[in-house]
């Protein structure tokens, strides 16, 4: 597993409710106490695997007290490693672990050209209620000539505490 959430162990940055004309509302940044980041690969011959670091430190959601995603602002960080991918895709789907799965889900979903950052709303979590774990995938791309190599990161966003 290789991923970079950020220094210290458990930075809870902001939570909070407060009272007021619309309810109970809780701001949360995510940490490496309230994520978890599993790494997956797979990879196609002839094409090298990409190879990137995925930090979602930056990501901030604002749930209501029940723990539905209101809105979600911020961006993930990619830090390049020593292979570059081209596109990605982010699939609410987990357990995607093989060249198989990868392939099926990346075909499926609306591929972006790939930056440094991946922005919180293409994780698609407003309307989430994440008293259940929920979990989304970001698949990075690295293609040439119709054969595609994959790293994936599958991210698990918890309940605030």
Do not use: W
Not at 28 to 47: I, L, P, Q, R, W
Not at 107 to 136: C, H, N, Q, W
């Amino acid at each position: 597993m290789r991923s970079n959430l950020g220094p210290g162990a458990a930075l809870l940055l902001v939570a909070f409710a407060a009272a007021g004309c619309c309810g109970d509302v809780v701001i949360y940044n995510y940490d490496a106490a309230d994520t978890e980041v599993h790494e997956f690969s797979g990879t196609a011959e002839s094409v090298d695997t990409p190879d990137y670091v995925l930090d979602v430190t930056g990501i901030l959601l604002v749930t209501d007290a029940d723990g539905i995603v209101q809105s979600a602002s911020g961006s993930a960080t990619l830090t390049e490693g020593s292979v570059l991918g081209q596109r990605y895709v982010v699939v609410d789907a987990a357990g995607l672990d093989t060249q198989a799965t990868l392939d099926e889900a990346y075909l499926g979903g609306d591929d972006s050209p790939l930056g440094s950052e991946i922005a919180a709303s293409e994780f698609m979590l407003e309307g989430d209620d994440l008293g259940t774990p929920t979990k989304r995938t970001v698949i990075i791309a690295n293609g040439s000539n119709g054969v595609r190599a994959y790293q994936a990161f599958e991210v698990t966003f918890h309940a605030p505490p």
